[in-house]
């Protein structure tokens, strides 16, 4: 994020700096697909100590509160958090299919970790009532399985938010809980903050229309239901998304539209 503000700014060395900093998760990834078939994944983000060794032991399941090698979760949790580069992310753990693996192991992995109380919301290993999590859903998107974020989506609307003074499964933390349900209800969710591209989900609504500079833009969601919750197809503006699953911030113009087509499978490719 830093780096695209010095860019903006006109100072190519800040950026340069910046971004290379953003490539730091590198140095944390383990990639030891032997050690780690016990948990189905081919690596975790796995402390460094100062001589450059992998801590060790190492349990990735590990969690302090507060005091502890991961803020708030675990090494399950942590490994995911770089939505500014997941396609580096994917090199990391093995490729496209590494990537896949690592995220089914993730949401069916057990579910604990009681020593702190931000890990709700239990998926598996994705602690959806935290901040690190809240993008993890979505991950499926850049896989050959998109249909996964779409069931996923569904069930945390269904289950993990109601209209009631603890409506909600975790901490909101200055509105995060309330914008992933305004975003994801609309059909559409931000992975990455410093990129304007949005990434599509699961809409609630079949109609639903949002203010934009000199006018409104509206979702549309044809055939939607609580059965009907796979994306069939879907445009912005009469186009195809790209990858159809990807649209751009200036995308939202006055008189435009989000147009879904549900149905209850997964449309065949």
Known sequence: ?????????????????????SNGYQRYFDHNAAE?????????????????AF????????????????????????????PHDIKGLKTAMGGEEAFKQNLDATFAAESQGSETADMTGMMGQVAFGNEPSHHIPYLYNWTSEPWKTQETVDYILDTM????PAGIIGNEDVGSMSAWYVMSALGFYQVNAADPVYTIGRPLF?????????????????????????????TINGKPLKDGLFFEHKEFIPGGNLHFVMGDTPPQK
């Open 36 to 52: 780690y078939a016990q948990y189905g994944v081919t690596g975790f983000m796995r402390p460094v100590m100062i001589d450059g």
């Open 161 to 164: 938010y109601s209209n009631t």
């Open 55 to 82: 801590m060790t032991p190492f349990d990735p399941y590990g969690t302090e509160h507060e005091t502890g090698n991961y803020t708030e979760g675990n090494a399950w949790q942590w490994t995911w958090f770089v």
């Open 206 to 234: 079949a109609k639903a229309t949002i203010p934009v500079k000199g006018g409104t833009f509206t979702i549309i969601a044809d055939n939607n239901s609580a059965k009907n919750r796979y994306v069939q197809s879907v």
């Open 1 to 21: 994020a830093i780096a695209r503000i010095a860019k903006a700014a006109g100072n190519p060395a800040a950026e340069a700096r910046y971004l290379a900093r």
